[in-house]
């Protein structure tokens, strides 16, 4: 009698079940780690905006003084940047992008200021006020940003 090549029914049962068990500790893994990835993409397209805005008052070469730029920090998170009294869009993040990026994100400014926040940037790029902003993910993950008068954006404590 010859033996039939293949699998059992037993045996496929069991490398089924090892997969699925093997998937269950790795999915909640997988699924911190894409979410850690969306924050922190969130995290520097608002520190990339905030240099646009500064540098785009740097390179004005029209003003001598006042604003020329804004960067506004609303109380939903969202921020917004502003040249020459002209929004600008590209470099801006609404409020339903920020929450496919982030859901459930929350925010607080520092150095007794409140949201939203609007930091002021004159043709030698200075900005005040200084502050810090602090986002907070629904997970815990929390990201300190520290805006200082010279122009500066610095992540002085972020989880990686």
Not at 14 to 32: K, N, Q, V, Y
Request: overall charge positive; hydrophobic content about 45%.
């Amino acid at each position: 009698m010859k033996r039939a090549h293949g699998f059992t029914l037993i045996e496929l049962a069991i490398a089924i079940s090892l997969m699925a068990m093997l998937a269950a500790l790795a999915l909640p893994a997988l699924i911190s780690t894409v979410n850690n990835a969306r924050s922190r993409s969130m995290i520097q397209k608002l520190m990339g905006d905030f240099v646009w805005a500064r540098n785009s008052a740097a390179t004005a070469a029209s003003a001598t003084s006042g604003t020329v730029a804004t960067f506004t920090v609303n109380a939903d998170c969202s921020w917004s940047t502003t040249v020459g009294g002209v929004a600008n869009t590209a470099h801006s993040l609404d409020s339903t992008s920020l929450g496919q990026l982030a859901p459930g994100l929350s925010c607080t400014a520092g150095s007794g200021n409140t949201l939203p926040l609007t930091f002021n940037f004159t043709p030698q790029g200075f900005v005040a006020p200084s502050s810090t902003l602090t986002y907070t993910t629904n997970r815990g993950q929390s990201w300190v940003l520290q805006v200082l008068t010279s122009g500066s954006m610095l992540l002085t404590n972020g989880a990686s």
